[in-house]
Structure formats: C-alpha cells, structure tokens
Nanobody, 124 residues
C-alpha cells in the first residue's frame, strides 16, 4: 500500500509562497494519481489539485488556479505543491493522498488513509 507523508507547511504572510512536499513509500509510485486536499477549521475537506502518474494531466480547483502548481518527481517518489500568492483563506491543513482518477478537469476521490497533513497558516 502506498504511504504518503506531507511536509513543507508553515506560517507565511499574504502574498507569500510555500512549497509542500508529499513523499511516498511503496512500490510502483509512478502508477498512481496523487491529489492534494485541504481542510480549514470548521470546514469540510476539499480537493485542491491532482496529477496523474505520468504528469500528463494536472487539475486544479478554481480557487487555486493560476496560483498553485502541482508537479511530481517519480525518481524521488515525491509530489510537490508550489503555492504562490497565498491568501488568508488558504489557511488549512494540507493532505496528499492517492486519488482514483485525475481527468476531465476533475479531482478524483481519495483512496486509502489520510496522513497527518501539514499546516499552512497565512497571516500578517
């Protein structure tokens, strides 16, 4: 089973940037589509972005389009989320997880267990 560990969160001012990492262990990492999700206090978890195993397709939620970029390095078993122009409303715990698809401009449903996530706080 694929195991994923998030890192890279922190405190950043509005307009700033962070890069999150999602390190995977397990075999055939490059076979899996991976998604980033987030959960803000008092809100439901929501999909942010996803990427296919070959990086041929990337999808984004409307609220991060143009600001966030997802990528992956299969040689390092790692998926990244570059977050630029951060806003107060981006404050949340961010999670990466395998998704059942990443296609048709949609972020698929999560598969497997959620990890600890990484906290992103946007504050002045």
């Amino acid at each position: 089973q694929l195991q994923l560990v998030e890192s890279g969160g922190g405190l950043v001012q509005p307009g700033g940037s962070l890069r999150l990492s999602c390190a995977a262990s397990g075999f055939t990492f490059d076979y899996y589509a991976i998604g980033w999700f987030r959960q803000a206090p008092g809100k439901e978890r929501e999909g942010v972005s996803c990427i296919t195993g070959s990086s041929s397709t990337t999808n984004y939620a409307d609220f991060v389009k143009g600001r966030f970029t997802i990528s992956r390095d299969n040689a390092r078993n790692t998926v990244y989320l570059q977050m630029n122009s951060l806003k107060y409303e981006d404050t949340a715990i961010y999670y990466c997880i395998q998704v059942n698809y990443c296609a048709g401009a949609r972020i698929g449903q999560p598969r497997g267990s959620w990890g600890q996530g990484t906290q992103v706080t946007v504050s002045s």
